[in-house]
């Protein structure tokens, strides 16, 4: 199993970036696919959550109108659209999936956002 994440990277207040994380190793089709971050000296928190067809996407109230999360099955791909980036979105994000109790974490992608 191996989720790859994608996409980080040093960006400016404001800006954009989008996240990727590819899947392998199980049947990413049937999992709920879901975005987390984890900032310095702070919990890992919920982002994005994605259902397995790609339907009810739900939102951090921190990123709700600013991110957008997605999934191309035929792809085994995830993403997370990042738009109107603050300093506090800085964190080391980290896609997940999860299927009947069972969850898989990738090992996670640098975002920071700083003038």
């Known amino acids: 199993v191996q989720l790859v994440e994608s996409g980080g990277g040093l960006v400016q207040p404001g800006g954009s970036l989008r996240l990727s994380c590819a899947a392998s190793?199980?049947?990413?089709?049937?999992?709920?696919m879901s975005w987390y971050r984890q900032a310095p000296g702070k919990e890992r928190e919920l982002v994005a959550a994605?259902?397995?067809?790609?339907?009810?996407?739900n939102y951090a109230d921190s990123v709700k109108g600013r991110f957008t999360i997605s999934r191309d099955n035929a792809k085994n791909t995830v993403y997370l659209q990042m738009a109107s980036l603050k300093p506090e979105d800085t964190a080391v994000y980290y896609c997940?999936?999860?299927?009947?109790?069972?969850?898989?974490w990738g090992q996670g992608t640098q975002v920071t956002v700083s003038s």
């Open positions: 190793g199980f049947t990413f089709s049937g999992y709920v």
């Open positions: 997940t999936g999860w299927y009947n109790g069972l969850r898989y």
């Open positions: 994605i259902t397995s067809a790609g339907g009810r996407p």
